[in-house]
T-cell receptor, first 113, second 115 residues
Framework: DVKVTQSSRYLVKRTGEKVFLECVQD?????MFWYRQDPGLGLRLIYF???????EKGDIPEGYSVSREKKERFSLILESASTNQTSMYLC????????????FGSGTRLTVV | AQSVTQPDIHITVSEGASLELRCNYS??????LFWYVQSPGQGLQLLLK??????LVQGIKGFEAEFKRSQSSFNLRKPSVHWSDAAEYFC?????????????FGTGTKLQVIP
């Protein structure tokens, strides 16, 4: 069964900590995405990557960075976590082509205290 | 830029009743349209997609959706709802740019199913 795996389901971090969220896909997909999901706001795109070492800003990149050193792995980094980054983070991947749907991971619920 | 509107935040239906979830999009060209479902505490799962051809598309779990260009709509339907359909549903529009697409999601409709 094809899969997108996010390393943690729940995380609690302190304000100011550097936080790494990891995502791995086994479908040989070119494209990978990080979204955050908040009640009433739906899913908002943070960053995406269409190739190894390539990255593009999404709609809300401030306070985040990403890394894609290998095709299957896409990491989201919170340089200095803040309480307003408490959220559900969803990773997704897709193949090439605009008609491709996304395959999502199960999400990481991050709480910053 | 594209956008998606799901006007219903929350819908309650009785088990066995029919269901229609509304979705309106805004995009200048022919859109790629998707419906996803999210069970509590889980990621999103693709239900169905439309990108060309027959405007009535069938998906998994007995869902279907109809693309109506004149109304800029892509409503999701199911003839008879089961208790396991209780979840949050997201409509999305994708635009192709080169080898990758940018997908914009609606804010979701939460479905409650009562016995």
């Amino acid at each position: 069964d094809v899969k997108v795996t996010q390393s943690s389901r729940y995380l609690v971090k302190r304000t100011g900590e550097k936080v790494f969220l990891e995502c791995v896909q086994d479908m040989d997909h070119e494209n990978m995405f990080w979204y955050r999901q908040d009640p009433g706001l739906g899913l908002r795109l943070i960053y995406f990557s269409y190739d190894v070492k390539m990255k593009e800003k999404g709609d809300i990149p401030e306070g985040y960075s990403v890394s894609r050193e290998k095709k299957e792995r896409f990491s989201l980094i919170l340089e200095s976590a803040s309480t307003n980054q408490t959220s559900m983070y969803l990773c997704a991947s897709s193949g090439i082509g605009p008609s491709e749907g996304y395959t999502f991971g199960s999400g990481t619920r991050l709480t910053v205290v | 830029a594209q956008s998606v509107t799901q006007p219903d935040i929350h819908i309650t239906v009785s088990e066995g009743a029919s269901l229609e979830l509304r979705c309106n999009y805004s995009y200048g060209a022919t859109p790629y349209l998707f419906w996803y479902v999210q069970s509590p505490g889980q990621g999103l799962q693709l239900l169905l997609k439309y990108f060309s051809g027959d405007t009535l598309v069938q998906g998994i779990k007995g869902f279907e959706a109809e693309f109506k260009r004149s109304q800029s709509s892509f409503n999701l339907r199911k003839p008879s709802v089961h208790w396991s359909d209780a979840a949050e549903y997201f409509c999305a529009v994708g635009t192709g740019t080169g080898g990758y697409q940018k997908v914009t999601f609606g804010t979701g409709t939460k479905l409650q199913v009562i016995p």
